[in-house]
C-alpha cells in the first residue's frame, strides 16, 4: 500500500515571487513525496526574474500560474505555509489544512535599484528560501 503524498500550499500577498520560488524548491526537493500548490492574497502573475533564478539553478518554474489563495479554500493540505507578514494576517482560514506555518522572506521585487542589485537581491531570497525548504522537509519527514 503507498503513502499518500503531503500536500502542502504556499501563500504570499501577490503569488510573484517568493510563493513561486518556494513552491518550486519544495516541488524539486520533495519528489513525488510532496505536493505543492501555492497562491496569493492578490496574484498578479509570476515574476520573470523568479522564473530566470529558479532555472539557473535548474528548477523550472516557467508552467507556474498565479492563482488567488480562495481557488484552494475548499482543498485539504497537510501544511499551509505563508512566506510574507501580509498573506499571515489577510490569508484566509483554510478549513482543510491540518497544520499553518508562516516564515517571512523579504520581497525581493525592488524595480528601483540596477539591473545587478534587482537580480542579485532575487538570488539571494531563491537561496534563502531553498535553505528554509530543505530545513522545513527535514521537520515534516
Known sequence: MSQEPFRMLGNCTGNRARSQMAHGWLRHLGGSQLVVDSAGIEPKGVHPLAVDVMAEIGIDISDHTSDPVNKYINSEYDLVLTVCDTA?????????ARRT?????????YPHMSATEFRDVFCRIRDEIGNFCRELLIEIS
Do not use: N, S
Open 88 to 96: 499571515k494576517e489577510l490569508c484566509p482560514v483554510i478549513p482543510g
Open 101 to 109: 506555518t508562516h516564515h517571512a522572506f523579504e520581497d525581493p521585487d
